[in-house]
């Protein structure tokens, strides 16, 4: 509760936080006629813009763009003498892309007519009051989009060695000798592949027995394949990580089954996880509840335990991607504002893993499916045998599609190849409009793409 002599500046709503789902709801609750206070302590945008998807996916272009120019010569083109990666250069291109994101995020909020812009750190002080600095804003509606930080786990000798993560590899504008990967997950595998792209020498550590462990295992397979055919060391099973310093280096012990119990890198990255940032938010004052982990606890409309308290984005571990955070907005803004009564449950499992080639998901996995215990139809096709994967030279991976066999309805697909990112939408429409698969063998596909081979691959469907 405010102090007696804190002036409290009254709001319709409160957004805390300026991700994926903030400034999207603050220009549709300012444009219902509310009047709207929009909190951010940190850079506009939020981890999207700022350390994840746009500035990661600029240096898998980059990456891509080095690569492409070291295999020329398979093309019949010929460079003048031997690719050199200028990084920062490399970094300057990111900062400038994420930059313009931040800027307009920024922008859009400081000029949008009923917003006002606070930047500081919001603390819940009541159910409905928040503090900012010495400000105390009072709504009746609250929104937290207050994201995520990268996990620092507790390795033995983590306190004696530099380390870097997501965020502050946004810094590094050179090639490191060697980069040590702890982390064999989606954001780790990332910055594995783009940096060994760019000249490093990478090791990725993983804890688990295989890579992406959510994945199938020919999946995970398949991107250990392409990862280690660049020349990246993997370690899997490295059940007690610790590190120490070694002169300028970090020596990781690693006790794996197999390979030298320890490496010597010349940096180490962090990529075991993200965290929410709810700490130092002021929930317990509020009354709103989280699980052990720090996820805001949300019913299917992402409303929080206390009325008229809202979190959305990966706060409220529902998702952990921006297309989550921005359908959490969608969901919000129709229930509050077009009387609509829209679900999470009603979105299906959907995200990409930016290596190169890219795996494009939707809904189950293989195990999944066996798991369900019905009757089920799966079929695959190597990237060698799509036309248009081989006329570009990118032939790695596979697509994996399946299906319910009564109904006929896809039930997941996972397609690791190129522009899989973009193919696995096909199969997502599909999904989302509950059709048989039989319907996408009707259609006229354009030729030569990778998206015409979904018809046939599902031509191929056979019982589990
Ligand atoms: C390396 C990396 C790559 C990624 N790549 C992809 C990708 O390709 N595709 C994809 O879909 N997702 C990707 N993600 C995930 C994606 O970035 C996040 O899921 C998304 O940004 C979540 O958005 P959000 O709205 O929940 O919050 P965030 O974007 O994290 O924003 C939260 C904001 O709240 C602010 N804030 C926090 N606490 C307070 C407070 N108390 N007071 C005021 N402000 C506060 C923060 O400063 C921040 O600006 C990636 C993530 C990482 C780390």
Same mark, same amino acid.
């Given at each position: ?32 006629? !509310? ?7 940190? *850079? ?17 272009? %980059?990456?891509? $763009? ?6 020329? &010569?398979?093309?019949?083109? #010929? ?7 200028? !990084? ?31 930047? #500081?750190?919001?603390?819940?002080? $009541? ?7 010495? $400000? @105390?804003?009072?709504?009746? /509606?609250?929104?937290?989009? =207050?994201?995520?930080?990268? @996990?620092?786990?507790?390795?033995? &000798?983590?306190? /004696? ?9 946004? $810094? ?6 060697? +980069? =040590?990967? =702890? ?20 090791? @990725? ?18 991107? *250990? ?20 310093? %070694?002169?300028?280096?970090? !020596? =990781?012990?690693?006790?794996? *089954? ?5 490496? /010597? ?7 075991? &996880? ?33 009325? #008229? ?35 999470? %449950? ?6 990409? +893993? ?12 293989? *195990? ?14 190597? !990237? ?12 790695? &991976? ?40 039989? +319907? ?10 990778? %998206? ?13």
């Amino acid at each position: 509760m405010a102090k007696a002599n804190t002036q409290v500046a009254a709001y319709d709503a409160i957004i805390i936080g300026t991700g994926q789902a903030g400034p999207p709801l603050a220009r549709r609750l300012a444009a219902a006629g !509310m009047t709207v206070a929009v909190i951010e302590r940190g *850079a506009f945008g939020g981890t999207c813009v700022n350390t994840g998807c746009i500035p990661t996916k600029t240096l898998v272009a %980059s990456a891509y $763009a080095a690569h492409m120019a070291r295999r020329a &010569g398979e093309f019949g083109v #010929g460079l003048a003498g031997p690719v050199h990666v200028d !990084m920062p250069r490399v970094k300057a291109r990111k900062d400038r892309i994420s930059g313009q994101s931040r800027v307009g995020v920024e922008h859009s909020l400081r000029t949008l007519a009923n917003c006002t812009v606070y930047q #500081g750190h919001g603390r819940f002080v $009541a159910p409905h009051e928040v503090q900012v600095d010495d $400000a @105390v804003l009072a709504a009746e /509606r609250i929104f937290i989009n =207050v994201g995520g930080r990268a @996990v620092v786990p507790n390795l033995p &000798g983590l306190d /004696r060695v530099p380390y870097l993560t997501n965020s502050s590899m946004m $810094a590094v504008d050179f090639v490191p000798r060697h +980069l =040590v990967v =702890v982390g064999g997950s989606y954001v780790g595998l990332e910055f594995a592949q783009m940096y060994r792209r760019f000249g490093s020498e990478v090791t @990725v550590v993983e804890m688990a027995p295989r890579l992406v462990h959510r994945e199938d295992p020919d999946v995970s397979a398949a991107i *250990a394949e392409i990862l280690e055919s660049e020349g990246m060391r993997v370690r899997v099973k490295a059940e007690c990580i610790r590190l120490a310093p %070694s002169g300028d280096d970090v !020596m =990781v012990g690693l006790d794996c *089954a197999d390979g030298p119990p320890e490496i /010597r890198g010349s940096h180490l990255l962090l990529a075991v &996880g993200r965290r929410p940032y709810t700490d130092d938010l002021g929930l317990d004052e509020a009354g709103i509840a989280r699980d052990e982990r720090g996820y805001i606890l949300v019913d299917d409309q992402l409303r929080t335990s206390v009325p #008229g308290v809202w979190a959305l984005g990966d706060c409220n571990g529902k998702g952990a991607f921006t297309h989550t955070a921005y359908n959490d907005f969608e969901i919000v803004a129709a229930n509050h504002l077009d009387g609509g009564s829209r679900r999470v %449950s009603d979105r299906i499992t959907a995200y990409a +893993l930016y290596i190169d080639p890219p795996l494009g998901r939707a809904g189950m996995t293989e *195990a999944d499916v066996k798991d369900r215990g019905k009757p089920a139809l799966i079929a695959t096709r190597p !990237m060698t045998r799509v036309g248009r994967a081989v006329e570009k030279g990118e032939t790695a &991976g596979f697509m994996k599609v399946l299906a319910d066999a009564e109904s006929k309805q896809i039930l997941g697909a996972s397609l690791l190849g190129t522009g899989c990112d973009e193919v696995i939408h096909g199969i997502l429409d599909l999904m989302y409009a509950k059709a048989p698969y039989t +319907l996408l063998q009707r259609t006229m596909p354009i030729h030569p793409t990778v %998206s015409e081979l979904l018809p046939t691959l599902l031509g191929d469907l056979h019982p589990l």
